[in-house]
């Protein structure tokens, strides 16, 4: 979490360069709006971060920047209003952790600069052009660099436990990347000789459900694709511990 929060900061201190160089404005003020889709509780561990690196870099809330956030408590129908809100504020920048709090930042500015991080796959979910030029108003961070990963992935993880046979695929079902994920992994898997049952979640509270029929069905390994509902587990909640004798993880 502290690299995510440092590369992030470094890419907002980016993209607000120019604007302080260019004002030359004593005392300005500016403003970053931070939008991302858990809760507070769960995402207040990268704020912190996010805040303490502003901090390194000389930007300091109160003094020369202000930062709105805004935590959609996994309402996705709150997307939307949020990142309109924070473009009324007009913010100089917009901050948007995962895809869902992206594009939900994309469709409220099209001028704005958004620093995406937590992202998942941004060329094939339509976000950015490409990772070189990514285009448009949007820059950042990314979890994978493009569904080919997931066959390198499960390579290192065959490379490591070569007595993996049977392998359970753990997918968020309303994820952004989910049907496309899914195409990729099953070839992976074929070329591998692995056995593959895909697991699928909807919220964080089928986790146990998914994991005691894991363990039951006495699977080898489970490989999790990148997505942000996995990282965003509570820790110390159930969900978020290994049981003994569950499968090994990887991805």
């Not at 997505?227 to 004798?245: C, I, K, L």
């Amino acid at each position: 979490m502290r690299l995510i929060g440092l590369a992030v900061v470094l890419t907002v201190g980016l993209a607000l360069a120019p604007l302080a160089a260019g004002a030359q404005q004593a005392g300005k003020v500016y403003r970053i709006g931070y939008l991302t889709v858990p809760s507070r509780e769960t995402a207040q561990g990268v704020a912190n971060m996010f805040q303490l690196r502003l901090r390194d870099l000389g930007w300091i809330e109160g003094q020369n920047v202000v930062v709105d956030y805004r935590f959609a408590d996994r309402n996705l129908d709150r997307r939307p209003d949020l990142a309109a809100e924070l473009a009324r504020l007009r913010a100089d920048v917009i901050v948007a952790g995962a895809n869902a709090a992206v594009i939900a930042a994309k469709n409220a500015t099209r001028t704005t600069p958004i620093v995406m991080f937590l992202a998942i796959d941004p060329v094939g979910s339509g976000l950015v052009a490409s990772l070189a030029r990514p285009g448009g108003n949007i820059t950042g961070l990314t979890m994978t660099a493009g569904q080919e990963i997931y066959g390198k992935q499960l390579q290192l993880l065959k490379d490591a436990f070569p007595r993996v046979s049977r392998v359970a695929t753990l997918v968020h079902h309303a994820g952004p990347t989910y049907a496309r994920t899914l195409p990729e992994i099953e070839i992976a898997t074929r070329a591998l000789g692995l056995q593959r049952r895909v697991m699928e979640i909807r919220d964080p509270g089928e986790f146990d459900k998914a994991f005691a029929a894991m363990t039951t069905a006495h699977l080898d390994a489970i490989f999790v694709p990148a997505d942000s509902m996995f990282f965003s587990t509570e820790p110390g909640s159930r969900s978020s511990r290994r049981r003994p004798g569950s499968p090994r993880c990887g991805g």
